[in-house]
């Protein structure tokens, strides 16, 4: 084992958890210390080191701070159930009063409790997926969304999770469990967001998701920490029969951010819309791994990603569909375009398609660029400047995407901030000479 592992299986000890999860962590911390530690000869890691992890090695739990941060992190402005986690730790005094479908583990009933014991872990891949592994270990607290027959939530449920610096480097996990029974629709929210200050942390994130018949959630991941935090995170899905999964995902880097989509069609007539955007700069890195399974007929999946990256910042994209043998009519397109805005930026993408069902309708497709000379040219000779010219292009480049949100709150949360991003030219954009 690596020292990370032996370290992290010391923290699972020294954790305080309820006695009916102690099932499901005895499961999680023998899978991590059995699993090999990844190295550059390890498929699913071999872009993405974590020497991070092992140079600055968090050896305590982060612990609830003060209300301080306030001041420096804006929320998103949505009528929602707000639920507020600071370094892992729930806060109610800043959280909404919560209704009957959501609940923390901490504070389940009995029947809640059985239905946690019984799909917690469930959905995950723990053999595939390390960091899940981990989280299991880890698991003392988290949230259950439990959403009834032909149910829907009166409101989005708007999940903050802050971080904030401490004296030493610590951990936090945090676990969300979703489950829509059939005919059902919620929408779910997960913001983890830091100040500028230098963090010194690192955070293990794992959210799972069961929908159930002619269900539908719509679901968003958005990570805006500061770049020095450390992030591993993962959505995991199962979908039934013709339920219905949009998600989208927007990601800055930082020395180490590893997001993982594992999605499986288990029921006919089901689909997936996927769509992201990452934005490294600096000297970040930032890694998505998707891996969509279709494992029954007549199932859809549409997923695209875009990442633009700048200065001597690295990003890696893996999109993996999987048509099994009995996944006949399977529709599935898979699309993932790169903008380079600097000539030390760099792109790992591998859209894979791995078919063995002979009616099926799919493609995928990858393309890495950098800004069209004769777009720059036209902006220029009307008067526009060139740092301006770049940054409009480089935002035309993602705002298809962004437009397509269908949340408003999101929208107007994050155009300004992209457009502060984009506006620091130098920062993000790099010095590439177009001329």
């Known amino acids: 084992m690596s020292d990370f592992q032996n370290v992290a299986l010391q923290l699972a000890e020294a954790q305080h958890s309820p006695d009916w999860l102690q099932s499901l962590r005895e499961r999680g911390a023998l899978s991590w210390s059995s699993a090999r530690w990844p190295t550059r000869k390890t498929e699913l890691w071999k872009n ?26 804006e929320q998103i402005d949505i009528d929602a159930t707000r639920l507020v986690f600071v370094n892992g730790q729930f806060m109610a005094e800043l959280s909404s009063d919560l209704p009957a479908e959501i609940v923390r583990f901490a504070d ?9 014991e019984q799909k917690l872990g469930t959905v995950v891949d723990a053999e595939r997926h390390l960091f899940a592994a ?29 971080s904030t610096p401490e004296a030493e480097p610590a951990v936090s996990n945090q676990r969300v469990l979703m489950v829509l029974e059939d005919g059902s629709q919620a929408e779910l929210i997960e913001h983890y967001v830091s100040a500028d200050s230098k963090q010194n942390g690192f955070v293990n994130s794992l959210t799972e998701v069961i929908v159930g018949q002619n269900a539908q959630v719509q679901h968003y991941r958005i990570n805006l920490e500061q770049e ?18 949009h998600g989208f995902t927007l990601a800055q880097g930082s020395r180490l951010k590893r997001i993982d989509y594992q999605v499986n069609h288990r029921g006919e007539g089901a689909h997936l819309e996927l769509h992201g955007v990452y934005l490294p700069r600096n000297k970040q890195l930032i890694d998505y791994h998707t891996n969509v399974e279709h494992c029954v007929p007549h199932c859809t999946t549409n997923e695209v990603f875009r990442g633009i990256i700048g200065d001597s910042a690295k990003a890696v994209f893996n999109g993996r569909i999987h048509i099994h043998p009995q996944a006949q009519k399977t529709l599935a397109e898979l699309s993932n375009k790169n903008l380079l805005t600097s000539p030390n930026a760099e792109i790992y993408t591998k859209p894979e398609l ?4 002979d ?28 740092a301006e010219a770049i940054s ?22 994050l155009r300004p901030r992209l457009t502060t991003l984009f506006g620091q030219g130098s920062e993000l954009l790099g ?3 177009y001329e």
């Not at 389940?108 to 946690?116: C, F, G, S």
């Not at 949230?143 to 149910?151: E, M």
Request: proline share 4%; hydrophobic share 40%.
């Open 48 to 73: 993405t080191p974590l020497q991070p992890l092992q140079s600055d090695m968090p050896s305590r739990w982060a612990a609830a701070t003060g209300t301080d941060w306030q001041q420096d992190i």
């Open 359 to 386: 009616d099926v309708r799919c493609a995928h497709g990858a393309t890495i660029s950098q800004l069209n000379e004769t777009s720059l040219f036209y902006l220029q000779s009307r008067g526009v400047e060139r």
């Open 392 to 413: 409009m292009l480089s935002f035309g480049f993602i705002n298809e995407l962004l437009t397509q949100v269908p949340e408003q709150a999101i929208q107007d949360y």
């Open 108 to 116: 389940a009933d009995v029947a809640q409790r059985q239905v946690i």
């Open 228 to 245: 020095d935090l450390l992030h591993v995170g993962g959505v995991h899905v199962n979908l039934h029969r013709d339920a219905r999964f």
């Open 134 to 162: 981990l989280s299991n270990a880890w698991v003392a607290d988290g949230i259950l969304v439990q959403v009834p027959r032909n149910r829907s939530l009166d409101k989005p449920i708007y999940v903050l999770n802050v």
């Open 354 to 357: 791995e078919i063995y069902a």
């Open 431 to 433: 010095q590439l000479d």
